[in-house]
C-alpha cells in the first residue's frame, strides 16, 4: 500500500485540484486516481475560512464514501459543521460562517444533498487510521502514544483539539502542550491543525498543516517514501496565524 496524506484543506478546492495533478494523479470521472492506485487520506478540516467548501466535500464525499478510493479522518472543523447540520445551536465563526453562507446559497435540493454526503462522510469516519502497512497513523491532531488503539473521549478531544490544558493565553487563544517532543513510537504520526510555514518534522511525528487556506502552502506527505509534495496558495498570506516553535 502506497498513500498520500493531504493536509487541512479548508475550502481550498483548487489548490486540492493542483496538489492531486502534482503528485500523479488523473482525473477520472470527476474523481482523482492515481496510475498505482496509490491512496489519498485527508487529515480533517476540509472546509471554513477557504473560498470553496462545498466543492471540496463533495470530492471528498465522492472519493471516501461512494467510490472507496480515498481515506478520511475528521478535524475540529469538521465537528463543528456536523453539529450544524444536525441542528446544533453551533456558533458561526472560526471560518464556519464561509461554510454556511455557501451553504445558503444553494437551492434547498442541493442543501440537502450537500448536507446528507457530509453527515455521512463524518458519521463513517474513523476517529483516526492506524496503517500498519505504511507504519503510520493518521489523527487530524496528532495523538499520544498511550491513545493509539483507544477511542474514549479523552483520544476524541485529543485527535480533534490536539493536546490542549483547558486554559488560554493572555490572546484567548488555548494553551498546547508540544506532545510531539515526547513522542517515541516507531509508527509515523501524521498531522494537521496547526498552521506551520513548513512541515515540521519532530521525533516520528510529521505535521502537514502548512496553513494553504492563510496563504502559504498545502502539503502532502507520502509513505512509504516519506517524500513531502506542496503546492503555493491562492488565498493572501496571513503571517500571523503561523505558529512558530522554540525548535523550528
Ligand atoms: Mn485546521
Not at 487529515?43 to 473560498?51: A, M, Q, S, Y
Not at 487530524?140 to 476524541?156: E, F, T
Amino acid at each position: 500500500m502506497k498513500v498520500d496524506v493531504f493536509g487541512d484543506i479548508h475550502g481550498c478546492f483548487k489548490e486540492l485540484c493542483t496538489l492531486f495533478e502534482e503528485l500523479g494523479y488523473e482525473k477520472i470521472n470527476d474523481l482523482y486516481i492515481h496510475p498505482q492506485n496509490r491512496i489519498p487520506i485527508f487529515v480533517g478540516d476540509l472546509t471554513d475560512r477557504g473560498p470553496e467548501s462545498i466543492k471540496v466535500i463533495q470530492l471528498v464525499y465522492k472519493m471516501v464514501v461512494k467510490e472507496k478510493v480515498a481515506k478520511y479522518v475528521p478535524g475540529n472543523h469538521c465537528n463543528k459543521l456536523y453539529r450544524f447540520f444536525l441542528g446544533n445551536n453551533v456558533k458561526q465563526q472560526h471560518g464556519l460562517e464561509t461554510t454556511v453562507a455557501e451553504f445558503e446559497a444553494l437551492d434547498n435540493k442541493m442543501q440537502g444533498h450537500v448536507r446528507n454526503q457530509f453527515m455521512r462522510l463524518y458519521e463513517e469516519a474513523p476517529l483516526y487510521l492506524q496503517l500498519p502497512e505504511v507504519n503510520a497513523v493518521i489523527a487530524h491532531a496528532g495523538i499520544k502514544q498511550s491513545y493509539i488503539g483507544r477511542l474514549d473521549k479523552k483520544v476524541k478531544t485529543f485527535v480533534l483539539y490536539g493536546d490542549i490544558t483547558g486554559e488560554i493565553d493572555e490572546s484567548g487563544k488555548p494553551i498546547r502542550r508540544d506532545w510531539a517532543q515526547h513522542y517515541r513510537g516507531n509508527n509515523w504520526i501524521v498531522y494537521g491543525h496547526t498552521p506551520v510555514l513548513n512541515p515540521r518534522i519532530v521525533n516520528k511525528t510529521i505535521n502537514i498543516d502548512t496553513g494553504c487556506v492563510f496563504g502559504n502552502k498545502l502539503t502532502a506527505f507520502r509513505l512509504p517514501e516519506e517524500n513531502i509534495v506542496s503546492v503555493p496558495s491562492l488565498q493572501p498570506f496571513n503571517e500571523e496565524k503561523f505558529r512558530s516553535f522554540p525548535d523550528a
